[in-house]
């Protein structure tokens, strides 16, 4: 089992930058392959970014590739989501999730662990 918890989001004008933070407990980290999902207010949780175990292969939504950045420090624990040219349509609680499997995973049921969530707000 693995807690996680998130950090790193705030208030930014359009077109800044915020790097969110996923701190993992436990000693199996690198053996879950981790992701990041947003859900904005009367919608579903979305995709953003996932990353595999080593941090070689990572894969993006569409809405947020060539912004956004997924990386994993195992030593750490931690993963992290590195976005820039954050737009209005951005704002949204952002997650981190974790599942032991063997390829990276896009949708939120495939993951067994979540982080309680970091509020990023983007300004127009």
């Known amino acids: 089992q693995v807690q996680l918890v998130e950090s790193g989001g705030g208030l930014v004008q359009a077109g800044g930058s915020l790097r969110l933070s996923c701190a993992a407990s436990?000693?199996?980290?690198?053996?879950?392959?981790m992701g990041w999902f947003r859900q904005a207010p009367g919608k579903e949780r979305e995709f953003v970014a996932t990353?595999?175990?080593?941090?070689?292969?990572?894969y993006y939504a569409d809405s947020v590739k060539g912004r956004f950045t997924i990386s994993r420090n195992n030593a750490k624990t931690t993963v992290y989501l590195q976005m820039n040219n954050l737009k209005p349509e951005d704002t949204a609680v952002y997650y981190c999730?974790?599942?032991?499997?063997?390829?990276?995973?896009?949708?939120?049921?495939?993951?067994?662990?979540w982080g309680q969530g970091t509020q990023v707000t983007v300004s127009s």
């Open positions: 999730a974790a599942v032991s499997a063997l390829t990276v995973r896009s949708a939120p049921k495939q993951y067994d662990y």
């Open positions: 436990g000693r199996t980290f690198s053996t879950y392959i």
């Open positions: 990353i595999n175990k080593s941090g070689s292969s990572t």
